[in-house]
């Protein structure tokens, strides 16, 4: 049995995702994060049955000092 791979591509405001089963390459979830670091942040979210799920919020981030 495989277990599924996380796949990240970050940007300087963004976060792409996408959770893939490497034996059938089928993608078991996916999701942006977009405007991280502004007031009106939105994450959304797709499952593998194909429903959408948005969040409008905040996406803080840290700075490191």
């Known amino acids: 049995m495989t277990r599924p791979v996380l796949v990240l591509n ?11 089963d ?7 979830a996916s999701g942006l994060a977009e405007r ?4 009106s942040g939105r994450l ?3 499952g593998a ?8 919020r905040p996406l803080p981030t ?3 000092r």
């Open 62 to 64: 840290t700075q490191r």
């Open 36 to 39: 991280i670091g502004q007031s």
């Open 49 to 56: 049955d194909g429903a959408e799920e948005i969040f409008e």
């Open 10 to 20: 970050c940007g300087s405001s963004s976060l792409k995702y996408r959770v893939v």
């Open 44 to 46: 959304t979210h797709h």
């Open 22 to 28: 490497v034996t059938s390459g089928k993608a078991l």
